[in-house]
Every structure is written in structure tokens, then in C-alpha cells.
């Protein structure tokens, strides 16, 4: 009763950045201990901490930085922009070819590292692009290489598929591979209203030794445009294992070069807010994820470039 009540606490106060074995992860990540101490720790953390089905490895959302500012929206807003990593579907709206990355330091600490890194484009009416993403330091690192691709059917329904490959470095333990698929489906109800929805690891993939399942995670969501300067966006995320996340947010241009966005997450409770500036081919975003319960606050950076003709 006594490990629930924790893991029931701890859980949600790092959800959606992680959802896993977060003793496990800072343990390693944050204070980076001996040898034999992490031995210590880690029978510790999965004995006392873990439940047989809470996640360790790639539990964390890759979304970019005015995705989360927007209240975590699940979905890519604008074209040519990290979203792609985690929504393809947007590689099919703009045919020029661009590259995008981003820093988050999760909760402000440097051993929480997180960078994301996309490169994409529209080839021969296919959206194709290449993605990277890479979690924490020399003791713990995750690594995703993900191969994207989009394709879009009468303007109205666009279908985006990748190809994700995962890799867990532990220091002391050696490493594990698995590889995982996601689908997503965006469809135009319109000029003003778009919904989507997306399976990640359709094949549920296991990884290492122990066959540990990686996370299965659905994801929909509506976004609406009243006029041009106004976006606001309702998402579900269910993770098969965790209770639904429901997300809100809302996006304004205040200038032609500037937007901002609002937004708030249930389950855990927190509170987003962000924005981008547009200047010649370049796009830099930021974001603030402040956890309301808990006092903890993390930022994130990001930068885009769209090659102009």
C-alpha cells in the first residue's frame, strides 16, 4: 500500500515529460553515482518504486518547444518545425525543405538533457523527412533515429507513418535496441477545424534482457482556427498503462513576426505558456512548463530554418 501511495505521488509530478521510473532515471542522470551505489539504488528503486508495468526507457514526449508552450499539444501546428517528430502528417503541407532542433533542460538540470533534432521535406507529392532525439548523459542515454514519411489524400485526409529506432545506453549495464512504428491520420473537417489522432509503437515493441514493453500511447486531438489570428487546441493522451491526459491551449499572433500560446495540462496539473518569433527563413520557439503542485519548472528552446527559393 505504502509503494503505491508513492509511486501514485511521484508519477504524475514528472508526467508528460517522463511517466517511467523517475528514481531510476535521476538516480543515474541528476547525482550520477558510483558503481556500487547504483546497484544499490536500482534494486531499490525497482523493488520498492516499480510496479511491473510502469516504464523506464523512451517514456518521454517529443514534442517542440511551441508544442509544449500550447498546452502539449500531441500534434505539429506549423509546418516546417519540430512537430514533425512527433506529427508527420505536417511534412506533406510544405514543399520546401527545412531542418529543426531543440534544447529542453527538464526541470533545470543539466544531467536531464534533452535534444531533438529534424531534417524533411516534400519529394515527388511524399513528405519525407529524418529525425533524432537524445536523452541524458554518459551514465543514462536514450537515443531515437526516426524515418518519417507523409502522403496526402484529396487535400482532406493526410497520413503520416515513422519508423522509430530505439536505443538504451546504461553505464555499467551496456545497451539494448528495439525498433517501433507509429501512425497518424490528420483530417480537414474544412477550412477552420482539424482533427487528428496517432498509435505509437503499433508492434509494441519489448527492449532489453528482461523484455521490457516500451509504451503504447494514443493520442487525439482537435485544432481550430476562428480567424488568423486565433488557434486554440483540445488533446487526449492515453498512455495504455496510465491514466488519460487531457490538454488545452491557445495560440495569438500578436504581431505578424509573433506568436504566443497559453495552455494547461490535467493529469499531473500543470501550467504551459511560450512563444515563437518568425524572422526571414528562421523560427525560434521557447517554452515554460511550470508544475503547479510542486514548484518545479522546465524550459525549452528551439530553433527552425526553411529553405526559401
Known sequence: MVRKEIARILIPLVRPVYTGRIFFKISWLAFNPPSHVSHTILCFSMVFFCSNKIYGA?????????QNAAGAFPFSIYPNSLGALSDPTILF????????????????LGSLMESLFVVGGNFRNLGLGLGLSRFGNSSYQETQISILGAKSYKELVR?????????????????????GSKVSVRYAMGTHV???ISLLNVNRPVIGQSKEK??????AGILVRPNDKIIGQTSFVQDTEFPISVRFGIIYKL?????????????????TTGGCINW?????????????NFGFITYQTGISYTHIP
Open 93 to 108: 503541407i510544405n514543399r520546401s525543405p527545412f531542418g529543426a532542433g531543440s534544447i529542453n533542460r527538464k526541470f533545470g
Open 214 to 219: 516500451l509504451p503504447q500511447i494514443i493520442s
Open 255 to 271: 504581431l505578424d513576426q509573433i506568436d504566443i500560446a497559453v495552455g494547461k495540462i490535467q493529469q499531473p496539473n500543470i501550467f
Open 159 to 179: 497520413l503520416g507513418i515513422s519508423l522509430n529506432m530505439y536505443q538504451l545506453s546504461i553505464s555499467h549495464y551496456g545497451q539494448a535496441q528495439a525498433i
Open 194 to 196: 482539424e482533427t487528428m
Open 280 to 292: 526571414k527563413e528562421f523560427r525560434i520557439e521557447f517554452s515554460c512548463l511550470s508544475y503547479a
Open 58 to 66: 523512451f517514456d518521454s514526449e517529443s514534442l517542440s518547444s511551441f
